[in-house]
Structures are given as structure tokens and as C-alpha cells.
Nanobody, 125 residues
Framework: VQLQASGGGLVQAGGSLRLSCAASGRTSSNYAMGWFRQAPGKEREFVAAISRSDGSTNYADSVKGRFTISRDNAKNTVYLQMNSLKPEDTAVYYC???????????????????WGRGTQVTVSS
């Protein structure tokens, strides 16, 4: 499975960005997907996850109400809409997929087998 994240950039606080993660190598509807982020000097942390097909979602408390994860299985793509961005959202964002199936309750990086290269999001104050 290959994952390619895109859509990062520089934005002012309060602004919005939409990240995309294109998957190839297997049918995306067969597995849950997650987004993680890693800021300099910090551990990689869970951001959001989405179920395989019914659209169930899970979010870190720090992004609830501001970020929305969604997927288009016909396009094998998962999205992360980020609104009301804050400087503390600055990080490299990664999309990830588990080895088999998975659920939207997967919040640990160890539960994911495949990772994209990451896309930088920088929020200026």
C-alpha cells in the first residue's frame, strides 16, 4: 500500500487547509484510515480516524470541532479539513492505514502499518 499526503502549506491563524491522502495498492474501503501529526521535538500524535465504510469518525480532543476527516472510496482518498487553525497545529501531518481492516478507534501509531511521507502544515500567529 502506498499513501501520498498533500495539501499542506503556510496559513495564518484562523485560516483553513484541506489535506488529501491518496491510497494505491489495495481497495481503500477495506480498511480504516487515520491522520497523525508530529511537531518538532514531540512525539507523533493521533489527530483523527475514519471507519472503512460507514463514515464513523474519531478525533483527538485538541482538534474536535475544528477538523473533519472524510473519505471518498471511489477515489481511494481520505481528507482532513482543518478550520480555525492555531499555531499549535503546526506539524508534519501523516496519513496512515492499518495492516488489516482496522476501526476508527485506532488511535495509536503502533496500530497502523502503512504511512505516507507527510505534508508540512505551518500556522503563523
Amino acid at each position: 500500500v502506498q499513501l501520498q499526503a498533500s495539501g499542506g502549506g503556510l496559513v495564518q491563524a484562523g485560516g483553513s487547509l484541506r489535506l488529501s491522502c491518496a491510497a494505491s495498492g489495495r481497495t481503500s474501503s477495506n480498511y480504516a484510515m487515520g491522520w497523525f501529526r508530529q511537531a518538532p521535538g514531540k512525539e507523533r500524535e493521533f489527530v483523527a480516524a475514519i471507519s472503512r465504510s460507514d463514515g464513523s469518525t474519531n478525533y483527538a480532543d485538541s482538534v474536535k470541532g475544528r477538523f473533519t476527516i472524510s473519505r471518498d472510496n471511489a477515489k481511494n482518498t481520505v481528507y482532513l479539513q482543518m478550520n480555525s487553525l492555531k499555531p499549535e497545529d503546526t506539524a508534519v501531518y501523516y496519513c496512515a492505514a492499518p495492516l488489516y481492516g482496522g476501526t476508527y478507534y485506532y488511535t495509536s501509531a503502533a496500530q497502523y502499518r502503512y504511512w505516507g511521507r507527510g505534508t508540512q502544515v505551518t500556522v503563523s500567529s
